[in-house]
T-cell receptor
Framework: SQTIHQWPATLVQPVGSPLSLECTVE??????LYWYRQAAGRGLQLLFY??????ISSEVPQNLSASRPQDRQFILSSKKLLLSDSGFYLC???????????FGSGTQLSVL | KNQVEQSPQSLIILEGKNCTLQ??????????LRWYKQDTGRGPVSLTI?????NTKSNGRYTATLDADTKQSSLHITASQLSDSASYIC????????????FGTGTRLQVTL
């Protein structure tokens, strides 16, 4: 069966520090991969999606970047965090061309 | 602009009671509508996916309805349990790329004794 792992679950970082959140999917190949951010009281916002290794699409301009070094690995990064980067970050995957979206357990990021 | 609006924003009900959550959308062109359950601090989990031709779909005590003409959906929870306490998110997909999902802000449901 397919599983998605996202870590860490909680992260507290000072302003200006770098960020690296990692997400891996097991039990499938060629998944579509996504990074979402969920701010309090707001709907999930798509940040990045990837349909293949090295293929990254950005939905909104921001202080973050994403990379897909391997088929089932998706990384969310920042060189210098801002206060406004605080939020709940969710990684998700879907089968290539599939309808269903499967979410990871999320990372609560607090930038202080 | 594609939008998904949910109501109420929050809801408190007694264990064993029924409740209905609402979702109105303006997403076009429409592909499907999904309801997710999200426990606090966790990722959303899919409850139902409904396409244009489906009016009702059930998943245990959860029943979703869709009226594509009025662009409304509801999620009915029967005989609520404490474990139903969560946020319920309505998500509408438009046709085109797989990334075009519009998320509602969710309804926060609390089931109490």
């Amino acid at each position: 069966s397919q599983t998605i792992h996202q870590w860490p679950a909680t992260l507290v970082q000072p302003v200006g520090s770098p960020l690296s959140l990692e997400c891996t999917v097991e039990g499938t190949s060629n998944p579509n991969l996504y990074w979402y951010r969920q701010a309090a009281g707001r709907g999930l916002q798509l940040l990045f999606y990837s349909v293949g290794i090295g293929q990254i699409s950005s939905e909104v301009p921001q202080n973050l970047s994403a990379s897909r070094p391997q088929d089932r690995q998706f990384i969310l990064s920042s060189k210098k965090l801002l206060l406004s980067d605080s939020g709940f970050y969710l990684c998700a995957w879907s089968p290539g061309g599939g309808e269903k979206l499967f979410f990871g357990s999320g990372t609560q990021l607090s930038v202080l | 602009k594609n939008q998904v609006e949910q109501s109420p924003q929050s809801l408190i009900i007694l264990e064993g009671k029924n409740c209905t959550l609402q979702c109105n959308y303006t997403v076009s062109p429409f592909s499907n509508l999904r309801w997710y359950k999200q426990d606090t601090g966790r990722g959303p989990v899919s409850l139902t996916i409904m396409t244009f031709s489906e009016n009702t779909k059930s998943n245990g005590r959860y029943t979703a309805t869709l009226d594509a003409d009025t662009k409304q959906s509801s999620l009915h929870i029967t005989a609520s349990q404490l474990s139903d306490s969560a946020s319920y998110i309505c998500v509408v997909r438009s046709t085109g790329t797989a990334s075009k999902l519009t998320f509602g802000t969710g309804t926060r449901l609390q089931v109490t004794l």
